[in-house]
């Protein structure tokens, strides 16, 4: 099991940005494929963005397209999100969530949500207009 501890949320006005970090703490950082996953009040938890094993390919929910950017840095077993532009329907509990890395392919996790076992406890992101 791998322990996710989230950073880096706020207060931001509309067309800002922000940067939010998730730090792993386990010793095989590179066997997980590495998910961001975000809910809004009154809404059920939804897919953001995914980054496989390498950080070679990634997919991102279409409302977040273009404007959030999945990273990762295996020697620092941490995951990012560059979040710009961003829109008060942002505002949302941000979670980091971890996945046995099967495939290297980051669409197959996209459409495969409880493949995500290990989750962080989220950090608030608010949006003003």
């Known amino acids: 099991q791998v322990q996710l501890v989230e950073s880096g949320g706020g207060l931001v006005q509309a067309g800002g940005s922000l940067r939010l970090s998730c730090a792993a703490s386990?010793?095989?950082?590179?066997?997980?494929?590495m998910g961001w996953f975000r809910q809004a009040p009154g809404k059920e938890r939804e897919f953001v963005a995914v980054?496989?094993?390498?950080?070679?390919?990634?997919s991102y929910a279409d409302s977040v397209k273009g404007r959030f950017t999945i990273s990762r840095d295996n020697a620092e077993n941490t995951v990012n999100l560059q979040m710009n532009s961003l829109k008060p329907d942002d505002t949302a509990v941000y979670y980091c969530a971890a996945a046995p890395a099967d495939s290297s392919n980051s669409y197959y996790y996209a459409l495969r949500p409880t493949l995500f076992r290990n989750w962080g406890q989220g950090t608030q992101v608010t949006v003003s207009s």
């Open positions: 386990t010793r095989s950082f590179r066997s997980y494929t």
């Open positions: 980054i496989n094993w390498s950080g070679g390919s990634t």
